[in-house]
């Protein structure tokens, strides 16, 4: 069984900082990229952020040079985190981990974490 557990956001004024959590429980993880996704009102969600098992990082272009992303294996838990610096109200949103490509299905749907949500105001 796997699960996906996000935390870390909050509300916060544009020029800080957030680290973002995601406890990523189940053997697969350990084995694919992982990454940092995001969603804004009434936007379609969008990648951010990914991560190889090596390594390997990829930034979307907004984020680039702001976010960073890192990951942490144990047996059956992957922590993958989203250290985010220089935030700025376009960057409200519901951030939500999982593998690159989100393939994971719970019944008919891909499976996602609850989500964190970031909020970026003054």
């Known amino acids: 069984q796997v699960q996906l557990v996000e935390s870390g956001g909050g509300l916060v004024q544009p020029g800080g900082s957030l680290r973002l959590s995601c406890a990523a429980s189940g053997s697969i993880f350990s084995r694919v990229a992982m990454g940092w996704y995001r969603q804004a009102p009434g936007e379609q969600r969008e990648l951010v952020a990914q991560?190889?098992?090596?390594?390997?990082?990829?930034?979307a272009d907004s984020v680039k040079g702001r976010f960073t992303i890192s990951r942490d294996s144990a047996k059956d838990t992957v922590t993958v985190y989203l250290q985010m610096n220089n935030l700025k109200p376009e960057d409200t949103a519901v951030f939500y981990c999982n593998t690159v490509p989100a393939v994971l299905r719970s019944g008919g749907n891909i499976y996602w974490g609850q989500g964190t949500q970031v909020t970026v105001s003054s």
């Open positions: 991560i190889t098992r090596g390594g390997g990082t990829v930034y």
